[in-house]
Nanobody, 110 residues
Framework: QVQLVESGGGLVQAGGSLRLSCAAS?????MAWYRQAPGKEREFVAT????????YYGVSVQGRFTISRDNAKNTVYLQMNSLKPEDTAIYYC??????WGQGTQVTVSS
């Protein structure tokens, strides 16, 4: 099973930026980011195809977040700009139907 390790989370003020990374132990196709805030269900954030690089975003992050990947490094990134307190959550990397990462905490202060 492919292992996923996220990094890059932290504490940032509203309006700031963070970049998350997810390193996979092997090459992958489609990869995605999800997040889960306290007391809420896990929410889709973004996905990127390994074949053509096409991307798709959740409504709440569209226009602020950008997903990208470096296939040579088996790594996917999530650039998060204009962060809001409601973006506070644990962010998870996922290979659909295969595996999840352990998550990285993002906290946005007002």
């Amino acid at each position: 099973q492919v292992q996923l390790v996220e990094s890059g989370g932290g504490l940032v003020q509203a309006g700031g930026s963070l970049r998350l990374s997810c390193a996979a132990s092997a090459s992958t196709n489609t990869m995605a980011w999800y997040r889960q805030a306290p007391g809420k269900e896990r929410e889709f954030v973004a996905t990127i195809s390994g074949r053509d690089g096409s991307t798709y975003y959740g409504v709440s992050v569209q226009g602020r977040f950008t997903i990208s990947r470096d296939n040579a490094k088996n790594t996917v990134y999530l650039q998060m700009n204009s962060l809001k307190p409601e973006d506070t959550a644990i962010y998870y990397c996922r290979i659909p139907n295969v595996s999840w990462g352990q998550g990285t905490q993002v906290t946005v202060s007002s």
